[in-house]
């Protein structure tokens, strides 16, 4: 198994991941956000949720992504 294929085999998960992360990465800048106007923890905490997101995301993207390049190099020619 390629590594294209054991990264793209399941497009559905990659994309509830990238999501997943998407949704992260809003809630992190919405501590930082608050952060702002109150403690300083909520800034750190932030980014800290902020960094998770950004992985979660990038994740599902490349999962994303590989299963469009897999099935694009093995498509049958006519």
Not at 31 to 53: E, K, N, P, T
């Amino acid at each position: 198994m390629s590594l294209l294929e054991k990264l793209g085999q399941d497009p559905q998960r990659s994309m509830q991941r990238f999501l997943c992360g998407l949704g992260l990465f809003a809630f992190g800048a919405g501590l930082i956000f608050i952060g702002m106007y109150h403690s300083h923890i909520w800034q750190i905490v932030g980014i800290a949720v902020l960094a998770l997101g950004c992985l979660f995301a990038i994740y599902g993207y490349i999962g994303m992504f590989a299963n469009r390049l897999y099935h694009s190099f093995n498509r049958k020619k006519p």
